[in-house]
């Protein structure tokens, strides 16, 4: 039989198979280990699952409860040893939160909640409305353990609907019994009409809503419901029309720029945002597409003819050395052009001469200057380095993200 190390040969790499096949015992030997990689480790406890040897439990257990050992083998141990009643005395006492290896607060309420400790539902529901999808999973599994143990009434009647997080858990738990959910369209929390609206499945209910709904923004989450459900672009707009053209009102913000950030931003904005993004980009007349290749054509051109002849244009990404986003960099000189992607669209970091920034309006290119810039999009949340906000008219132009 191939030794652990031949099954693991790297990280990222292993054998389940064939190391489903290995000696549990032997497993578990190496698992508690400190002295191997921990990504081997972490595979050998993937590999126990349904076959933990009764004699290794204490010092694998032992091994959760060093805070000094990998944060990775610790999870993946929590989640074999999801059944051990002893773990949760351990996993309740106070001392669980100071301990500040990666992801293992989450995991305990987790594991928690896999051992039917109800006093840790909210926090399991404050980690199932969490943005980021490990975060979710992790708060979900737990809130499912507890369901599995004692019904979804006892954990909602647990919760209650004060906060939000609380409802959220409310409209997954009668989605999943196959009840109507479009009364969490007019909540007072976007997170949570935000929810509803990608849950609901009656496209008949939602079309009463543009009419019933209690609020006017609970009406414009029912015409977005109704568009994800069906895809008609035509009702969606019908609909956009009898609402009367609802839209989010940025002073200062013209239309060439509006819509060039909406077509962009407004389909995948964030939960919080002002629903009337969302409807406002299926509706509106999209502006045409820009021609990158052309625009990047005509500004070096530009530049050429002001001064110093520019360097081939590098994309933010690779000027960044990672990431994406949606501009160009056109060096010249010792001055740093950014060209958005998004349309004829041109700012850079630092004043360029008058004359430069002359050939370009005069080459077609609509110049972004400070006050522009850094007009705030109101209620249209972006993800930009961990955060979930409304941004500039500049960070949404020149958009890069690692």
Request: net charge negative; charged share 30%; hydrophobic share 40%.
């Amino acid at each position: 039989m191939r030794s652990i190390e031949a099954l693991t040969p790297q990280a990222g790499s292993d054998d389940p198979a064939g190391l489903r096949e290995v000696d549990a015992d032997e497993l578990a030997r190496y698992a508690v280990d400190p002295g191997h990689p921990w990504w081997r480790r972490r595979s050998c406890v993937t590999a126990l699952t349904g076959r933990v040897p009764e004699p290794y439990v204490p010092e694998l257990i032992a091994r959760i409860q060093d805070p000094a050992d990998t944060a990775e083998v610790r999870r993946a141990l929590l989640d074999l040893l999801s059944d051990r009643a002893e773990l949760l005395p351990w996993l309740r006492h106070e001392d669980r939160a100071s301990d500040a290896s990666y992801g293992m607060a989450a995991a305990f309420f987790k594991a928690r909640g896999l051992l039917g400790d109800l006093s840790a539902a909210r926090e399991l529901a404050t980690l199932a409305a969490s943005p980021w999808r490990h975060t979710r999973d992790t708060g979900d599994a737990g809130l499912d353990g507890l369901v599995d143990r004692y019904g979804a009434e006892v954990v909602l009647a647990e919760l209650g609907e004060d906060r939000p997080e609380d409802r959220e858990f409310r409209v997954r738990t009668r989605y999943r019994a196959g009840e109507d959910v479009t009364y969490a369209l007019a909540d007072p929390d976007r997170r949570v009409a935000h929810l509803a609206h990608t849950l609901a499945t009656d496209a008949d209910r939602l079309r009463a809503c543009l009419d019933e709904a209690p609020t006017p923004e609970a009406k414009v989450w029912a015409a977005c419901a109704l568009h994800r459900l069906t895809e008609d672009r035509a009702e969606a707009r019908a609909a956009y029309e009898r609402l009367g053209r609802p839209r989010v009102e940025v002073e200062g913000l013209d239309e060439e720029l509006r819509g060039a950030i909406v077509q962009e931003y407004g389909p995948g904005c964030e939960r919080p945002s002002d629903p009337r993004w969302r409807l406002e980009a299926v509706c509106a007349e999209p502006p045409p597409g820009p021609d990158v290749d052309d625009l990047l054509r005509r500004a070096t051109a530009a530049l050429t003819a002001a001064g110093p002849a520019p360097k081939p244009p590098v994309s933010c990404g690779d000027d960044n050395q990672q990431g994406d986003g949606t501009y160009y960099v056109i060096e010249a000189g010792g001055d740093r052009l950014l060209l958005s992607t998004l349309g004829p669209f041109v700012t850079a970091a630092e004043p360029l001469p008058e004359a430069v920034v002359r050939q370009l309006v005069s080459a077609g290119f609509r110049w972004i200057d400070d006050e522009t810039g850094a007009l705030r999009v109101t209620d249209l949340c972006v993800y930009y380095f961990g955060a979930r906000e409304p941004l500039t008219v500049g960070e949404l132009l020149f958009y890069w993200q690692d």
